[in-house]
């Protein structure tokens, strides 16, 4: 039976990111999933839909507290020419009490939105990145309790 506790689940405060290979120090939050689509399948004799797997659609959101114009310079020039470009998002998670790290790299993230200006009085400044991707590695993983 495997054992479990506590200290091994990882907490987010160690986790960093880096776009385009430069650090991003003001990240507070990331998150990159897949959706997977499927289309039911009627079961012949049965009440039951089934599923059958047809792709998948990636997604995800790069928050930062809003400290510098990053995504700004990024991406504000670039559309204004007509070019939606690319980025590579690498994700690092690496608590020292959980039972290893965690990092994954996004290979091809277009993001959705470019938010020009978001401030309110008396409240700390954030900026959401969305974004979508096809592609991605696991380049460091966390293998379960045996």
Same mark, same amino acid.
């Given at each position: %039976?495997?054992?479990?506790?506590?200290? +091994?689940?990882?907490?987010?405060?160690?986790?960093?990111?880096?776009?385009?290979?430069?650090?991003?120090?003001?990240?507070?939050?990331?998150? *990159?999933?897949?959706?997977?689509?499927k289309?039911?399948v009627?079961?012949?004799?049965? /009440?039951?839909?089934?599923?059958?797997f %047809?792709?998948?659609?990636?997604?995800?959101?790069?928050? %930062?507290?809003?400290?510098?114009?990053? %995504?700004?310079?990024?991406?504000?020039?670039?559309?204004? +020419?007509? =070019?939606?470009?690319?980025?590579q998002?690498?994700?690092?998670?690496?608590?020292?009490?959980?039972?290893? *790290?965690?990092?994954? =790299?996004?290979?091809? *993230?277009? /993001?959705?939105?470019?938010?020009?200006?978001?401030?309110?009085?008396?409240?700390?400044?954030?900026?959401?990145?969305? /974004?979508?991707?096809?592609?991605?590695?696991?380049?460091? *993983?966390?293998?379960?309790?045996?």
């Amino acid at each position: %039976m495997a054992k479990f506790h506590g200290e +091994q689940v990882i907490s987010g405060t160690f986790g960093e990111a880096w776009l385009d290979g430069e650090y991003v120090a003001e990240v507070m939050g990331l998150e *990159a999933k897949l959706e997977i689509e499927k289309e039911d399948v009627p079961l012949s004799g049965k /009440f039951a839909t089934d599923s059958k797997f %047809m792709g998948y659609k990636g997604s995800g959101t790069l928050r %930062m507290h809003k400290a510098n114009s990053r %995504m700004i310079k990024l991406l504000g020039d670039k559309l204004k +020419q007509g =070019i939606n470009p690319r980025f590579q998002i690498v994700s690092s998670l690496a608590d020292p009490s959980a039972a290893g *790290a965690e990092r994954v =790299i996004i290979k091809d *993230a277009s /993001f959705n939105d470019l938010s020009l200006i978001n401030w309110e009085l008396k409240k700390k400044g954030e900026v959401e990145a969305p /974004f979508t991707f096809t592609d991605w590695t696991v380049a460091d *993983a966390i293998e379960p309790a045996k």
